[in-house]
Nanobody, 124 residues
Framework: QVQLVESGGGLVQAGGSLRLSCVAS????????MGWFRQAPGKEREFVAG????????YYRDSVQGRFTISRDNAKNTVTLQMNSLKPEDTAVYFC?????????????????WGQGTQVTVSS
């Protein structure tokens, strides 16, 4: 069993930055591909970024490539999403996700564990 707790959301102006963190419980964190999804009001949950359990491979949706950076620290059971140059269209609830030895592309239906979500609001 893995529990995920996100933090770091908030309100920021367009062009600003936020850093989301996700702390995982359990001793097998290093065996999970980790990632972030987001869900805007009235829209489906969508993949944002993923990182393999080794941390060697990352993958981003096109709209955040070059602006967002995902990283992990297996010693601290933590995965982080650094978000720069934020845009109003990045406004959503962001969810941390864990997929046991999964693909870095993190298919929504294959995610094993979800965090509770953290709100990110970008004002124009």
């Amino acid at each position: 069993q893995v529990q995920l707790v996100e933090s770091g959301g908030g309100l920021v102006q367009a062009g600003g930055s936020l850093r989301l963190s996700c702390v995982a419980s359990g001793r097998t964190f290093s065996s999970y591909t980790m990632g972030w999804f987001r869900q805007a009001p009235g829209k489906e949950r969508e993949f944002v970024a993923g990182i393999t359990w080794t941390g060697r491979n990352t993958y981003y949706r096109d709209s955040v490539q070059g602006r967002f950076t995902i990283s992990r620290d297996n010693a601290k059971n933590t995965v982080t999403l650094q978000m720069n140059s934020l845009k109003p269209e990045d406004t959503a609830v962001y969810f941390c996700a864990a997929d046991y030895r999964g693909s870095v592309y993190l298919t929504l239906s294959l995610v094993d564990y979800w965090g509770q979500g953290t709100q990110v609001t970008v004002s124009s």
